[in-house]
């Protein structure tokens, strides 16, 4: 407890720092709240017995609560963090280190400002509260969901495979490309040329170059949409540089988070393990942080 | 009124003929209809009816509690003034919340938190470790510890795992913990929710998710040393809150068992009647009386018995009293009870608190796994007139002995004797914000310190490396998210959250390398170098220098 009170302590004082106010919302939500807003992982929400009143499920996350009060309390701009439990019934043997009862610590601004600024923002708090942390080095890799669908779309991806193709991707960081590949082709029915193509992409990591890089690409700068994501992307390393963070940020083709809701930039944090070789790039050894538009 | 009746009773009578239909297990659409129009006319009705009993007025925020019980004030007539759910939010089936809950907004998160503070701050000055435990436990680990309700317990669905359910209250997870550490000594504060099926609209302002902040003690020690410092600390509690004037009644379990047997109330009456007896607080002892006599068969001279002793309360003498009570010194069990408490009055009067204790035997808790001495801290009401009592307004925190409850636990049946302490938060959040409200103190929701603004167009890079800096610092700051704000808007918006500083970027000010830093209150303005400028906003905040 007393580690984890100066942890929290770190973590919400930052927030502070921010301008952020606190929140916080009730451990179970109506079922039909939470329903249908997870995606694939819906199956790991703990429901609540009928006992002849409303159906209640306990909380996934901070988010789906975050978006409820907003809508019922007709609020247009916010900007509030909200540290506490959410439960997710996976099986902890499967996945090392998973609990099925954990604590979140998230931050979030809510309303129509002027491009990238509050996403900036929410990037310079995670590189802040990863410092103070000192946990070791660490890297925040960064997408556009915009991006993603689009380079899917012109590799060749049918709409209907979009979200199976993307949990496949996602793998990435802990498979090997040609294990994902496999997953793809075999499992997912996915054509072995629309996989390839994919995997050009995807194997793709950079500063703000690479940005512009895409921005040149013959096949993805005729989408209208990954234009619009590297667009974004663009003008978010503008703000990061001004920040002073922008060496800490990975623009990753491969990132692509698993939840539903996400809309347009999408980021993660991994910590990074020192080589044993010289020479040999940083091996992450899992997320500390992350989130999105 | 009679409006509000009958629309009461078609949201009764809508909600039987769902539980009907999930029943005759209908088709998901039939029940989904029907749970949509029973969501629409509780929407009518307005969120939680039950009040409170003391003066109490609705915070004015923006971002208030939709899901709030509502709040009168005692004297005055008029409705409450709160946000209804209305049925104009499209969808209402998908911005609907659990009953009997509620968020927390920023403004009464700013309240918690000072609550929380002073409390932390006392468990600590005492000694004590924290802990924490899961929100659901083995619903096996909550069974049969909790008597009649029992059945307020909330379970989780069975999904092919264990069977779980939430934690009613932070005792019996902590002797759950104790055991299973095998611990025989620790002074432990826990503060977390808890959950509990209360039927909100009959129990009054009684959430089904709420806070506790528990404190016990657990360990074999010399009698009564660690009972009193629970009630020092309670009392400690409710004094630095500033909540008014309390009392804190005492009692013990054996006493009452005692009361009762030589009453000859028989033994398997004595949970019951101890439940009747209970509410003496909220009802009158006639209303009791028919009660014990007219629903739990009670014979009536016992229940007159029972009468001449619980409507008697006072301090270290009636424990004296009572001991030479022929009938009462007749039963060993109360004769127990009756020297705890004597030794107990000592010590609190070393502690130097006896006054705010009064021996109340009408107090008897609900809870069964108490053992010894029962305690019950509740706010006065300053007396409407003179030479009145104080009425007592509702119970802030309470707590006792409860030596068997660790063995329940452990295989070997090893006892753990622990006594504790749990303050009612939820109470004190409405209390403390409406004094706040009062006083006409401004609750500010955040606690940023400077807003980097600019006095025109195109400086947002400039914003964007200041604020940067600022941060970096350790100082707190905000920026607007917009290219190029007005200036006008950037000063409101310091004025509505309460930030009482500004550095301003123009463009003839960043040729001379200076920002204008400028007080929202006071409105001065004084340019200052750059250089300086986490200096001297750290000067004026009263912060270290050092980056903390």
């Given at each position: 407890?007393?580690?984890?009170?100066?942890?929290?302590?770190?973590?919400i004082?930052?927030?502070?720092?921010?301008?952020?106010?606190?929140?916080?919302?009730?451990?179970?939500?109506?079922?039909?709240?939470?329903?249908?807003?997870?995606?694939?992982?819906?199956?790991?929400?703990?429901?609540?017995?009928?006992?002849?009143?409303?159906?209640?499920?306990?909380?996934?996350?901070?988010?789906?609560?975050?978006?409820?009060?907003?809508a019922?309390?007709?609020?247009?701009?916010?900007?509030?963090?909200?540290?506490?439990?959410?439960?997710?019934?996976?099986?902890?043997?499967?996945?090392?280190?998973?609990?099925?009862?954990?604590?979140?610590?998230?931050?979030?601004?809510?309303?129509?400002?002027?491009?990238?600024i509050?996403?900036a923002?929410?990037?310079?708090?995670?590189?802040?509260?990863?410092?103070?942390?000192?946990l070791?080095?660490?890297?925040?890799?960064?997408?556009?969901?915009?991006?993603?669908?689009?380079?899917?779309?012109?590799?060749?991806?049918?709409?209907?495979?979009?979200?199976?193709?993307?949990?496949?991707?996602?793998?990435?960081?802990?498979?090997?490309?040609?294990?994902?590949?496999?997953?793809?082709?075999?499992?997912?029915?996915?054509?072995?040329?629309?996989?390839?193509?994919?995997?050009?992409?995807?194997?793709?990591?950079?500063?703000?170059?690479l940005?512009?890089?895409?921005?040149?690409?013959?096949?993805?700068?005729?989408?209208?949409?990954?234009?619009?994501?590297?667009?974004?992307?663009?003008?978010?390393?503008?703000?990061?540089?001004?920040?002073?963070?922008?060496?800490?940020?990975?623009?990753?083709?491969?990132?692509?988070?698993?939840?539903?809701?996400?809309?347009?930039?999408?980021y993660?944090?991994?910590?990074?393990?020192?080589?044993?070789?010289?020479?040999?790039?940083?091996?992450?050894?899992?997320?500390?942080?992350?989130?999105?538009? | 009124?009679?409006?509000?009746?009958?629309?009461?009773?078609?949201?009764?009578?809508?909600?039987?003929?769902?539980?009907?239909?999930?029943?005759?297990?209908?088709?998901?659409?039939?029940?989904?209809?029907?749970v949509?129009?029973?969501?629409?006319?509780?929407?009518?009705?307005?969120?939680?009816?039950?009040?409170?009993?003391?003066?109490?007025?609705?915070?004015?925020?923006?971002?208030?509690?939709?899901?709030?019980?509502?709040?009168?004030?005692?004297?005055?007539?008029?409705p409450?003034?709160?946000?209804?759910?209305?049925?104009?939010?499209?969808?209402?089936?998908?911005?609907?919340?659990?009953?009997?809950?509620?968020?927390?907004?920023?403004?009464?998160m700013?309240?918690?938190?000072?609550?929380?503070?002073?409390?932390?701050?006392?468990?600590?000055?005492?000694?004590?470790?924290?802990?924490?435990?899961?929100?659901?436990?083995?619903?096996?680990?909550?069974?049969?510890k909790?008597?009649?309700?029992?059945?307020?317990?909330?379970?989780?669905?069975?999904?092919?795992?264990?069977?779980?359910?939430?934690?009613?209250?932070?005792?019996?997870?902590?002797?759950?913990?104790?055991?299973?550490?095998?611990?025989?000594n620790?002074?432990?504060?826990?503060?977390?929710?808890?959950?509990?099926?209360?039927?909100?609209?009959?129990?009054?302002?009684?959430?089904?998710?709420?806070?506790?902040?528990d404190?016990?003690?657990?360990?074999?020690?010399?009698?009564?040393?660690?009972?009193?410092?629970?009630?020092?600390?309670?009392?400690?509690?409710?004094?630095?809150?500033?909540?008014?004037?309390?009392l804190?009644?005492?009692?013990?379990?054996?006493?009452?068992?005692?009361?009762?047997?030589?009453?000859?109330?028989?033994?398997?009456?004595?949970?019951?009647?101890?439940?009747?007896?209970?509410?003496?607080?909220?009802?009158?002892?006639?209303?009791?009386?028919?009660?014990?006599?007219?629903?739990?068969?009670?014979?009536?001279?016992?229940?007159?018995?029972?009468?001449?002793?619980?409507?008697?309360?006072?301090?270290?003498?009636?424990?004296?009293?009572?001991l030479?009570?022929?009938?009462?010194?007749?039963?060993?069990?109360?004769?127990?009870?009756?020297?705890?408490?004597?030794?107990?009055?000592?010590?609190?009067?070393?502690?130097?608190?006896?006054?705010?204790?009064?021996?109340d035997?009408?107090?008897?808790?609900?809870?069964?796994?108490?053992?010894?001495?029962?305690?019950?801290?509740?706010?006065?009401?300053?007396?409407?007139?003179?030479?009145?009592?104080?009425?007592?307004v509702?119970?802030?925190?309470?707590?006792?002995?409860?030596?068997?409850?660790?063995?329940?636990?452990?295989?070997?049946?090893r006892?753990?004797?622990?006594?504790?302490?749990?303050?009612?938060?939820?109470?004190i959040?409405s209390?403390?914000?409406?004094?706040?409200?009062?006083?006409?103190?401004?609750?500010?929701?955040?606690?940023?310190?400077?807003?980097?603004?600019?006095?025109?167009?195109?400086?947002?890079?400039e914003?964007?490396?200041?604020?940067?800096?600022l941060?970096?610092?350790?100082?707190?700051?905000?920026?607007?998210?917009?290219?190029?704000?007005?200036?006008?808007?950037?000063?409101?918006?310091?004025?509505?959250?309460?930030?009482?500083?500004?550095?301003?970027?123009?463009?003839?000010?960043?040729?001379?390398?200076?920002?204008?830093?400028?007080?929202?209150?006071?409105?001065?303005?004084?340019?200052?170098?750059?250089?300086?400028?986490?200096?001297?906003?750290?000067?004026?905040?009263?912060?270290?220098?050092?980056?903390?």
């Amino acid at each position: 407890m007393v580690v984890r009170e100066k942890i929290l302590d770190l973590v919400i004082s930052c927030f502070k720092r921010h301008g952020a106010k606190g929140m916080d919302t009730p451990a179970f939500e109506l079922k039909e709240t939470l329903t249908e807003k997870y995606g694939e992982d819906s199956g790991l929400m703990y429901d609540l017995k009928d006992q002849g009143g409303e159906l209640l499920s306990l909380r996934y996350d901070l988010t789906v609560p975050f978006a409820r009060y907003l809508a019922m309390n007709k609020v247009k701009k916010m900007k509030r963090y909200h540290v506490g439990k959410v439960w997710r019934r996976e099986s902890p043997t499967i996945v090392q280190g998973r609990y099925r009862e954990f604590c979140q610590c998230d931050f979030d601004i809510a309303g129509q400002f002027d491009p990238m600024i509050p996403d900036a923002e929410c990037l310079k708090i995670m590189c802040e509260i990863l410092s103070g942390l000192q946990l070791g080095d660490f890297l925040i890799k960064v997408n556009d969901r915009r991006i993603v669908d689009g380079m899917f779309a012109v590799c060749g991806v049918p709409e209907s495979k979009f979200r199976a193709i993307c949990s496949s991707i996602d793998k990435l960081d802990k498979m090997a490309w040609k294990d994902v590949r496999h997953e793809m082709v075999v499992k997912k029915g996915l054509a072995p040329e629309v996989a390839d193509r994919i995997g050009d992409y995807v194997q793709c990591h950079g500063g703000v170059s690479l940005v512009e890089q895409m921005f040149q690409d013959p096949r993805l700068s005729q989408n209208k949409q990954a234009l619009e994501g590297l667009g974004d992307l663009k003008l978010l390393f503008e703000y990061l540089t001004l920040f002073g963070i922008a060496d800490k940020i990975s623009f990753d083709l491969s990132l692509a988070r698993g939840l539903d809701y996400y809309t347009g930039v999408i980021y993660e944090a991994v910590l990074l393990q020192t080589p044993t070789q010289a020479g040999e790039e940083p091996l992450n050894v899992g997320s500390v942080a992350a989130g999105g538009r | 009124m009679a409006e509000r009746a009958a629309l009461e009773e078609l949201v009764k009578l809508q909600g039987e003929r769902v539980r009907g239909l999930k029943q005759q297990k209908a088709s998901a659409e039939l029940i989904e209809e029907e749970v949509a129009k029973l969501l629409k006319l509780k929407a009518q009705l307005g969120p939680d009816e039950s009040k409170q009993k003391f003066v109490l007025k609705t915070p004015k925020t923006r971002f208030h509690h939709v899901g709030q019980a509502g709040l009168e004030p005692l004297t005055s007539g008029n409705p409450s003034a709160l946000a209804s759910r209305s049925a104009g939010i499209t969808g209402v089936s998908h911005c609907a919340w659990p009953q009997g809950t509620r968020d927390y907004s920023p403004r009464q998160m700013a309240v918690r938190e000072k609550v929380f503070d002073v409390i932390i701050r006392c468990f600590k000055r005492h000694g004590a470790e924290v802990i924490d435990t899961p929100v659901f436990e083995l619903k096996e680990t909550l069974m049969g510890k909790y008597g009649e309700d029992s059945k307020l317990i909330y379970d989780l669905k069975d999904q092919g795992g264990e069977l779980l359910s939430l934690r009613y209250d932070l005792t019996v997870p902590f002797a759950r913990y104790l055991a299973m550490n095998k611990l025989t000594n620790i002074k432990r504060y826990h503060i977390a929710k808890v959950y509990r099926r209360d039927n909100p609209a009959m129990t009054r302002g009684r959430y089904r998710e709420f806070y506790q902040c528990d404190f016990d003690i657990a360990g074999n020690f010399d009698p009564m040393i660690p009972d009193a410092e629970c009630l020092k600390i309670m009392c400690e509690i409710l004094s630095s809150l500033q909540i008014g004037d309390f009392l804190v009644k005492v009692n013990d379990r054996r006493i009452l068992d005692g009361m009762f047997a030589i009453c000859g109330v028989s033994d398997s009456k004595f949970r019951t009647i101890c439940s009747s007896v209970d509410k003496l607080d909220k009802v009158s002892w006639e209303e009791v009386k028919n009660e014990m006599v007219g629903e739990k068969g009670l014979a009536p001279e016992v229940a007159d018995r029972i009468g001449d002793y619980v409507q008697q309360h006072g301090g270290v003498s009636l424990v004296e009293q009572l001991l030479q009570d022929p009938k009462l010194s007749q039963n060993k069990q109360a004769l127990e009870g009756l020297g705890d408490l004597k030794l107990l009055f000592e010590y609190l009067t070393l502690f130097g608190i006896d006054d705010k204790i009064s021996f109340d035997l009408s107090l008897a808790r609900g809870l069964d796994y108490y053992t010894g001495v029962i305690y019950e801290a509740v706010l006065l009401q300053t007396p409407a007139q003179a030479g009145e009592e104080p009425l007592g307004v509702g119970s802030v925190a309470a707590g006792g002995r409860y030596d068997g409850l660790v063995g329940m636990f452990d295989p070997k049946g090893r006892k753990v004797p622990c006594v504790g302490l749990s303050i009612g938060v939820e109470r004190i959040f409405s209390i403390v914000e409406q004094r706040l409200e009062a006083l006409e103190e401004k609750i500010r929701t955040t606690e940023t310190q400077v807003l980097v603004a600019s006095a025109q167009k195109k400086l947002l890079e400039e914003r964007l490396k200041l604020v940067s800096e600022l941060w970096d610092a350790g100082i707190k700051a905000e920026l607007l998210y917009k290219k190029n704000p007005k200036l006008l808007n950037q000063l409101q918006y310091c004025e509505e959250a309460g930030i009482p500083l500004v550095a301003i970027i123009g463009e003839q000010e960043l040729k001379d390398g200076v920002i204008k830093l400028r007080s929202v209150t006071s409105r001065e303005e004084v340019d200052v170098r750059r250089e300086d400028l986490v200096e001297e906003i750290k000067r004026r905040t009263g912060q270290p220098l050092c980056i903390c």
